[in-house]
């Protein structure tokens, strides 16, 4: 067997999650670890002693979510007591590899006061694995000015933990889901790959993962993370959209474009220089709607039977160019990411985001319009809207790029 699924063949290694209730452990571990990934429950369900164990063969490593983790001398025991027997039971069943080789400290970003009694407790709990590494985690980091003081702050707090104290590898601010601050603005997802990386680097020899191997998963990962980014901007789009603003000015869509493809310019690990600045201001030059726009909205007047609210189809236009727009911008940006294309190539970007706005933009949009027409106006149009948008866009709006 040549190196089949290699993540299989050279054993994975254990990633403990621990937190408190609701800092958002399992929010996390589905950005890391995507959706489909299988969950076995351990112990008994509904007690301090369950455990729920996320693994599968494309996956670099295996977590154990601490799901009654709370700071009280007795329930912590309990849930670490059940970490051990998960260790001891399955090395009975031959599997060797079950040991806890990092820890994620999960702390909630929000709640920075916090910060020193969660570590101390998390620090008592764990202190018999006297040196696995540990990576705190500050979930719900949803302020981006808040992120170094919060940092720091771990730091300091660590540093009273005596003896483990050692053991700190690394503090990583992370927003795990899309999170909407208001109609029109959201905090994307942030920190989920640079965890990924961390905890690689912290596996002992041998368990690490290969590096093509992460990187395939970090795309993928990244991939799922920036159809979240779209989404959050096309149900902006469509909001501003249905406000009674006249829609030929296109450059009230301006504020979410760029929103949008910042977002997405972090996510897939562009530099911010003079280059990346072009790059990214020409996606918003393109799309600065106005041309696809009055092309859409003339395109559908001449469809038969479309009799839609003037508010609901410049919604549904609004959104449409926000997925776009968002969707060539993701095309562009891994083709970056993975080397193929440089972002000093501006002519190469124009043509792609172009053609994300090209003809077949115009038949998605008119396909959603009919659906929205034919559903009439629901009670929550705006959200019916974001969803065609996203099944109209999401899944082909790549193959429309992709010939580029
Ligand atoms: N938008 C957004 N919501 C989050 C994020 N992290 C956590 N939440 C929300 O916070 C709540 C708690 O998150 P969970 O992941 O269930 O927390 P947990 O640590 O697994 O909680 P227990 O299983 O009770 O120990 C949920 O409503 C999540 O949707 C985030 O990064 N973004
Ligand atoms: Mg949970």
Not at 130 to 148: G, L, M
Not at 155 to 170: E, S
Request: glycine content about 6%; some cysteine.
């Amino acid at each position: 067997m040549e190196n089949a699924k290699s993540f299989e063949s050279v054993g994975r290694g254990n990633v403990l999650v621990i937190g408190n209730s609701g800092v958002g452990k399992s929010t996390l571990i589905n950005a890391v670890l995507g959706e489909d990934v299988a969950v076995t429950g351990w112990g008994t369900s509904g007690t301090t002693d369950k455990l729920d164990i996320y693994e599968s063969e494309s996956i670099p490593f295996r977590i154990i979510d601490s799901v009654g983790f709370e700071p009280s001398f007795v329930k912590e025991r309990k849930a670490i007591n059940a970490v051990k027997k998960w260790s001891r039971n399955s090395a009975k069943e031959g599997c060797e590899d079950n040991k806890i080789n990092v820890i994620w400290f999960c702390v909630e970003g929000t709640t920075s006061k916090l910060f020193p009694k969660a570590i101390k407790d998390l620090s008592r709990a764990t202190a018999m694995w006297e040196s696995i590494p540990v990576i705190v985690v500050i979930t719900k980091s949803y302020s981006a000015p808040e992120r170094s003081r919060n940092i720091e702050m771990v730091n300091n707090a660590f540093a009273n933990q005596k003896r483990y104290a050692k053991n700190l590898r690394k503090v990583i601010p992370v927003v795990a889901a899309t999170y909407r601050l208001n109609d029109t603005a959201f905090a994307a997802p942030e920190g989920i790959t640079e965890l990924i990386d961390a905890t690689n680097e912290v596996m002992p020899e041998g368990l690490k993962a290969g590096e093509k191997d992460l990187f395939a998963f970090k795309l993928k990962r990244k991939r799922a993370l920036a159809q979240s980014i779209v989404g959050a901007s096309t149900t902006a789009a469509v909001a501003v959209g249905a406000a009674p603003i006249p829609f030929a000015d296109a450059a009230i869509l301006a504020p979410i474009e760029i929103l949008e493809i910042n977002s997405l310019a972090q996510l897939y690990g562009i530099k911010k220089d003079e280059d990346s600045k072009r790059f990214l201001s020409s996606i918003v030059e393109v799309g600065t709607a106005s041309i696809a726009a009055k092309t859409a909205i003339s395109a559908l007047k001449a469809i038969p039977g479309i009799n839609i609210a003037a508010s609901v189809l410049n919604a549904v236009i609004a959104g449409s160019i926000v997925a776009a727009i968002g969707e060539g911008s993701i095309y562009a940006f891994e083709k970056v990411y993975t080397g193929e294309k440089s972002i000093a190539d501006i002519d190469w970007l124009k043509n792609v985001i172009e053609s994300s706005l090209s003809s077949q933009f115009v038949d998605k949009v008119a396909q959603v319009v009919k659906e929205v027409s034919e559903n009439g106006v629901a009670k929550d149009t705006s959200k019916l809207i974001a969803d065609l948008l996203a099944a109209a866009f999401g899944a082909s709006g790549k193959s429309g790029a992709a010939n580029q």
